[in-house]
């Protein structure tokens, strides 16, 4: 159980990769209150030199061994890691909060918002889920919008950048679009066709009723975060062209009738999320916009007068900071406020 200090000592787990690296950038532009950070990675990381706060951190090996004495740990290391070193972690005394999907959907592991549902922090057994980038971000939209109407429907679907898979998958956009310019073949590595110029319907592997894990994530993340089983979501989910930041197209319907001038008040006193809904002007939320913040934009606020109570919204925002990154060191913010 965390007890409460004036600073913490905090682990990252998974720190070269690129949620990791973000991990560690929010972690300081939010000064978040740190004692001792220290930095976990695998083998043929070991050595490396992070900075923080102008300081140099190596990163060490993560073994079962290290978690003695560490207040709270973001983990950012793949599930696999994480559904053997989160419990070990909690053994030890250290409050894992994990970017993996190793334990969202876990009855007795929190998913947590916390523009959401924070309150559900107040349950955890030393483990605290971090949703999908996608969900995290549809979720900070939908609150506001069911707690003034109540939803009954949505179905999404999801524009998402190569950074949500990794380093890997930037580094195979860069030299994709650089091969087709100067008129080579592309061989991709990291998905199974071209992603340079290109949109791929194809997120995690497909199921058998024809749904990617990725779209099913977020139908049942979607539930489990907002507490109502009764929402109906349905999802396609999309990798397009892009480096950084995550667009969704929402079409929301409600059990009592708002206008786009409703929504757009009720988002506008709604918590971590900018309106931005001008497309007279030109303004509407972008990939390019949203990059670097922590908010979810929200725009193209219109009727759907194909149903009784439709609104169609379009929001953007920064999936290795809200998405992953932001999310998780904000849920710690709240652990440490609610520390008696």
């Not at 905090?10 to 930095?39: D, S």
């Not at 079962?64 to 793949?78: H, P, R, T």
């Not at 053994?91 to 334990?103: F, K, L, P, Q, T």
Request: net charge neutral; proline share 5%; charged share 25%.
């Amino acid at each position: 159980m965390l007890k409460k200090k004036d600073k913490y000592v905090v682990a990252v787990v998974g720190a070269t990769g690129a949620v990791g690296h973000e991990m560690i950038a929010v972690l300081e532009e939010r000064n978040f209150p740190i004692e001792k950070l220290k930095l976990f990675a695998s083998e043929r990381s070991e050595g490396k030199v992070l900075n923080f706060h102008n300081k140099g951190i190596t990163v060490e090996i993560l073994t079962e061994n290290v978690f003695e004495g560490i207040d709270i740990a973001l983990f950012s290391a793949g599930a696999e890691r994480s559904l053997h070193f989160a419990p070990v972690a909690a053994r030890a005394g250290c409050i894992v909060v994990d970017n993996s999907s190793a334990w969202r959907m876990d009855p007795g592991v929190p998913l947590v918002v916390p523009e959401v549902n924070p309150l559900d922090l107040k349950w955890h057994n030393g483990i605290i889920a971090n949703p999908n980038c996608s969900t995290i971000q549809m979720v900070v939209a939908l609150k506001p919008i069911h707690d003034a109407a109540k939803i009954k429907r949505v179905v999404v679907t999801t524009f998402q950048s190569v950074s949500g898979t990794g380093r890997k998958a930037m580094e195979e956009l860069l030299h994709q679009t650089a091969d087709i310019l100067n008129f080579k073949d592309v061989k991709p590595t990291v998905y199974p066709h071209q992603i340079a110029f290109n949109c791929l319907p194809h997120i995690d592997k497909f199921m058998d009723n024809g749904y990617t894990k990725e779209e099913i994530k977020m139908v049942n993340e979607t539930k489990k975060i907002m507490g109502d089983n009764s929402i109906k979501v349905t999802a396609t989910t999309v990798r397009v062209p892009v480096f950084r930041g995550h667009s969704e197209s929402i079409n929301i319907e409600t059990a009592k009738k708002l206008s786009p001038d409703d929504v757009r008040a009720i988002l506008a006193k709604a918590p971590g999320v900018i309106v931005y809904d001008a497309p007279e002007k030109n303004v509407y939320p972008l990939q390019t916009v949203c990059a670097g913040r922590d908010e979810v934009y929200v725009g193209r606020i219109r009727e759907d007068d194909t149903i009784e109570n439709g609104i169609n919204i379009w929001i953007a925002a920064d999936n290795l900071r809200k998405g992953a990154a932001t999310n998780a060191v904000q849920i710690a913010e709240k652990l440490i406020e609610m520390v008696k």
